[in-house]
């Protein structure tokens, strides 16, 4: 029992990440009908923003320190942050410390720019155009930003730490009353997931609740009839693309202290997250989250000894043999809609 | 000529004149000249050229007719170089039977992963075939270690059986494939002035079987069957309201470039008896579009173009460090010459993939029959006249519904 809900606990994290990619891909999907294979890049481009966050903050200048001196005697010099001589040590200190969830604030905006400026710049120009062309110039478009990317911080990983109040572990066993030490979940993990809901739920709220999603709905449902009726759809589906993408960097950013980033983590990313917007039926918002932490979960499942013991290599393949067989029984999908990219 | 028109028999002339003065054409410059780093006449890397062309060429029959886009096809080519090293570790190292167990172990296997994704179309079949070639190399690089060498690869052996050959040379070495005698390494150099002429076996044999393959894709495009399959690109749904079944067409294309797939991978394998999983990863499969995209999907040359420009990319593009670009630039005013070289230095050497990423999605965008295409366009407006009059029949693409 305690195995059963430490793997649901593992799961949810990759789900959530897998749930927030799949989102942010089902948006544009259904909106713009695009498929979009840069939107690994844009997780990734989220993390990097998180990644210069913290370096921007860590900037630093020599400073003598007079008091101290170095091994050969001459007076110390110490790295200041720039941050110390504008907030002040205590504060400076802090805001460091907390440069991930700080970068939340920059992320949204750059992503949303960053997402305009591709719909306006490219895909725009794509809408008429088979969606094999579609597939093709996004995933140029994702190898361009990963080289950028690897051009300005290189090749390998870059270690971005959570803050202090979220390293280290909860004891989740104890509050359902397993022994100390069963089922132990890092801090971190669990913001990740409380995140990724929230992010969710804004989404579908902004999609349920407000006017503009309403239009949106109605837009997606029947893009021709709500142009009619004289709104100009492309503007807002143009918003859509933007907080699609402001989705997926959100997603990166706060994923950063899970896993160091690196120029190819979008990829990596974007397979499976292309995998469980199928298996959740291309154009279901619902489905792709459902079917994200789905995916997440079995994943985590599959890594237990005792199922590799059966099955050897389950666990690489699991995700993938989901998709496969729901393709073939489920041509639409777990929730996919009808008329939905039916060639 | 053999089957063929007039114009397509002077294109076959071309291809074979080519690939037959490679090791001329490819190293115009003498050696230890200041452009000697752009000769790619050395075996290994003509090599590449023509095998990575026999992929691209099967890639194209699938995705240039049929308009079906496979992410998955590096599978079939990982499978047939699997299959080719088992036939030396088994049997011995001749060439032949190895290049012919490949092509029909990933006929096979394309047989099977065609007959599941093909009953999907568009989108679906991209992610199906994607995830098969992703489960295949999950597959081979963990469970199926036995056969495939897992991490390390799968690897010739000194104790190997090989019972039609010696399980090892008398020097105790292990034998490295040939073709009856002939060592794919072996090479014979030619020394004229200042240039060094390099005619490897190994190159050649590839060569010949890139030959016949362009040979049969031309066929092929020009056949009933290729017509077929161009109307499936063209309209699907119009070819079933006709009363006609597509899937078999379908499937025939599929199984046919995984074959070729295979063939380009007992090719790798003879010239270079190891076989790795990272061959079957998604990335590879997405190298060979980028191939065909590049040099024209749906053209008979293009493809051919776009691997070989890929590959030169690859390994002398990527060798430019700083220090050349600075002394190239080198004339240049001392500021001025930093700047020039800060400028282009992000898009060459190590960033060649920029670059490539760059030109693919330009090619995309404006060209989508490829290099071939721009290369009609240019010598049509040379000609000073509208390119309508032979470049429509090959390159019209009209949109996949």
Partial sequence: ?343 | MLGLEKKDFRLLLIVIGLTLFAPFLLNPFPEGSELAQFNAGYPDLMQRFVIFGIFAIGFNILFGLTGYLSFGHAAFLGAGSYGAVWIFKLLGMNVLPAIATSVIIAGVFSLIIGYISLRRSGIYFSILTLAFAQMSFALAYSVLTPITGGETGLQLALDDPRIFGASQTATGNIPVPSLFGLEMRSSFEWEVGSWLFTFSTGYYVAAFFMVIAFYLSIRIFRSPFGMMLRAIKSNQTRMSYTGLNSKPYTLAAFVISGMYAGLAGGLMVSMDPLAGAERMQWTASGEVVLMTILGGAGTLIGPVLGAGMIKYFENIFSKINETILHTWFAVLPDGLEDIVVAMVYPFIGKGWHLTLGIMFMLVVIFLPGGLVEGGQKIAGLLRGRKKKTDSAKPNATEPAE
């Avoid at chain 1, 804004?202 to 709104?231: H, S, Y």
Wanted: cysteine-free; charged content about 10%; hydrophobic content about 55%.
């Fill in chain 1, 1 to 343: 029992m305690d195995q059963f809900i430490l793997q649901i606990l593992n799961g949810l994290d990759k789900g959530s990440a897998y749930a927030l990619i799949a989102l942010g891909l089902t948006l544009i999907f259904g909106t713009l009908g695009v498929v979009n294979f840069a939107h690994g890049a844009l997780f990734m481009l989220g993390a990097f923003v998180s990644v210069t966050v913290s370096n921007l903050l860590s900037l630093s200048h020599k400073v003598v320190d007079e008091t101290r001196t170095d091994f050969l005697g001459n007076p110390l010099q110490v790295d200041v942050p720039y941050i110390h001589d504008i907030l002040g040590v205590t504060a400076g200190n802090f805001v460091m410390d907390w440069s991930v969830p700080i970068a939340i604030l920059f992320a949204i905006p750059i992503m949303v720019g960053i997402g305009f400026a591709m719909e306006r710049g490219l895909i725009k120009h794509f809408y008429k155009r088979p969606h094999a062309d579609q597939i093709l110039v996004t995933f140029g478009l994702a190898i361009v930003i990963q080289e950028i990317v690897k051009y300005f911080y290189g090749a390998n990983p870059i270690p971005t730490p959570a803050p202090d109040a979220f390293v280290g572990s909860f004891d989740f066993g104890l509050l359902l009353g397993f022994n100390a030490n069963e089922i132990i979940y890092p801090y971190w993990r669990l913001v990740y997931f409380s995140f990724s809901l929230l992010i969710i739920g804004a989404v579908f709220a902004f999609l349920q609740f407000t006017t503009f999603g309403m239009v949106v709905r109605a837009g997606m449902a029947d893009r021709e009839t709500v142009g009619i009726l004289g709104i100009d759809i492309d503007k807002r589906f143009t918003i859509m693309f933007g907080i699609a993408a402001a989705v997926a960097g959100l997603a990166g950013v706060m994923y950063a202290p899970i896993n160091s980033p690196n120029y190819h983590m979008g990829m990596d990313f974007l397979v499976l997250s292309f995998v469980v917007v199928v298996v959740g039926g291309m154009g279901s918002l619902p489905g792709a989250v459902a079917a994200g932490f789905m995916l997440g979960i079995l994943e985590s499942f599959a890594s237990m000894s005792a199922v590799i013991d059966l099955l050897p290599g389950i666990n690489q393949i699991i995700i993938y043999l989901v998709a496969i067989i729901i393709l073939l029984t489920r041509p639409r999908g777990l929730m996919g809609r009808k008329g939905v990219m039916e060639e």
